[in-house]
């Protein structure tokens, strides 16, 4: 099914939307039921496309997923019989059937993990993963569609190092070593909240894992772990988009269920440009205070830095400061292409080989095209968009509320892997547009 959207922009988003449970946490957690022992329970899950995916895939390697409104219970009890070498599922748009593999390896002795999705901003390898679950004795070996694995003689704990600390490696770190024979230690681990929040779902399981403050984490392993009860942490990309469009179009949004906690990086910035907030225990209020934004220099990094997911929508409203900013994205290699479209929407976005800042980055001297510089404000007019990927997809929506005139916006199906019932929510904040599903 292809969807577009007509957008006729101008008209400040001002309301409420509520965010539900983070899109990078939610599957995780539900991927860390398989290695229960008991059914799990998740809480405040929400309806969007990368847990339709790992509910599949769940399912068919025979964990049964039922779903009353928010909440998933999911029970692992008859993995062990279920017909796993037939599986050809496809990861559809999603990146967390890699993180099956350990939890199948203990269930099964063997997995297969059908070629991965995911958003394509770089070429996201998994050289990582490969080399952690190496570590801790399975064998793997790449065949035609996917990655064929097996652990004959079981797992054992490992010392592992990261060259990067990537959200994905350090999560198949810890669904592998809990329940590995002996102590993992993992060295330049990533610490993202949505990490801390699985660490703590493994924890409720049974698990023994220490965080320390240098991103070491050490795991012993434990021979069993039982189902978990847990409500999932919300999701900070959400809140920060909405924020990012309120202040885009003018607007005035509060995000019910934003977590301060989870978004001090994204508040700061927020605030630094000029933004309005008003930080409660129930959300966030995000504003645009009138008068001119302020331009800023950011430069995307891994947690506790300025989350590359928050780039993209942020740059829109770069596009309506006085001045000039600069962004530096040192977390992927390829995360400028939706620039193009701002460009032709009339935003003055100027892009980089070089890095512009001072964050130690990979991609600097290597020809990737990784920083941007952005004049403003300039205003935004409606154009022809085909969404490239969920988070340049959003922005492009943001730009065309922003934009005067009607904006015609492809393949927003993408959208929905990340955002929940989003046009409800945009019509909920006064946009105006209609919808085609053909
Ligand atoms: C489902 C999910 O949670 N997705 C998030 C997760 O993605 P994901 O876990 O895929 O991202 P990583 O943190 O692993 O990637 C960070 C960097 O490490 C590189 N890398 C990663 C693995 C590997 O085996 N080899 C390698 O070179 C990547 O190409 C990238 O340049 O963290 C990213 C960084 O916060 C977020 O943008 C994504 O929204
Ligand atoms: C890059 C993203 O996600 P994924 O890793 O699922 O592609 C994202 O959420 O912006």
Redesign the pocket.
């Given at each position: 099914m292809s969807s577009a959207l007509h957008i006729t922009g101008g008209v400040p988003l001002s309301g409420q939307v509520t965010v539900r449970g983070a899109?990078?946490?939610v599957?995780?957690a539900m991927v860390a039921a398989l290695l229960g022992s008991t059914p799990s329970t998740l809480a405040n899950v929400p309806e969007i496309k990368?847990v339709e995916v790992v509910t599949n895939l769940l399912s068919l390697h025979g964990v049964q997923v039922s779903r009353t409104d928010g909440v998933l219970e999911l029970d692992p009890s008859a993995v062990t019989t279920a017909h796993h070498a037939d599986i050809d599922a496809h990861a559809g748009d999603?990146?967390?059937p890699i993180l099956l593999c350990g939890p199948l390896l203990h269930a099964l002795g063997e997995a297969f993990i059908p070629d991965l999705g995911?958003?394509r901003?770089?070429?996201?390898?998994?050289?990582?993963?490969?080399?952690v679950l190496r570590h801790f004795g399975a064998r793997v070996e790449k065949v035609e569609s996917g990655i064929r694995m097996s652990a004959p003689h079981g797992l054992t704990g490992a010392k592992v190092e990261l060259?990067?600390?990537?959200?994905?490696?350090?999560?198949q770190v810890l669904l592998t070593a809990t329940r590995a024979e002996g102590h993992t230690e993992l060295r330049g681990a990533?610490t993202?909240p949505?990490i801390m929040d699985l660490i703590a779902i493994l924890q409720k399981m049974g698990a023994i894992i220490t965080v320390q403050t240098d991103r070491v984490i050490r795991i012993e392993g434990v021979p069993e772990l039982t189902g978990y009860r847990h409500r999932a942490m919300p999701d900070r990309?959400e809140a920060a988009s909405w924020g990012s469009a309120a202040l885009a179009t003018g607007g005035d949004i509060f995000v019910a269920g934003a977590r301060q906690s989870d978004m001090m990086t994204y508040l700061n910035t927020f605030r630094k440009v000029g933004g309005g907030l008003d930080i409660g225990e129930d959300g966030i209020r995000f504003h645009h205070p009138g008068g001119d934004l302020n331009p800023l220099i950011v430069e995307t990094d891994?947690?506790p830095g300025f989350?590359?997911?928050w780039q993209q929508p942020l740059v829109v409203a770069l596009t309506q400061a006085s001045g000039v900013s600069i962004v530096h994205e040192t977390?992927?290699?390829n995360r400028f292409g939706f620039t193009g479209a701002l460009n032709r929407m009339g935003a003055t976005i100027q892009l980089h080989r070089e890095c512009l800042g001072s964050v130690p980055c990979?991609f600097g001297q290597r020809n990737f095209v990784h920083s941007a510089v952005i004049s403003g404000a300039t205003p935004l007019r409606a154009a022809e968009i085909n969404i490239p990927d969920l988070r340049g997809g959003f922005s492009h929506l943001i730009a065309a509320m922003a934009a005067e005139g009607t904006s015609h916006v492809t393949g927003v199906e993408l959208i929905k892997r990340g955002y929940e019932h989003f046009t409800d929510k945009l019509s909920g904040l006064g946009a105006s547009f209609d919808l085609d599903d053909e």
């Open positions: 899109k990078n946490l599957p995780k990368d999603s990146r967390i995911g958003c901003i770089g070429d996201r390898p998994i050289n990582y993963h490969l080399d060259p990067y600390p990537s959200v994905g490696a350090t999560e990533a993202e949505e990309i891994v947690h989350m590359t997911d977390v992927y290699e990979r």
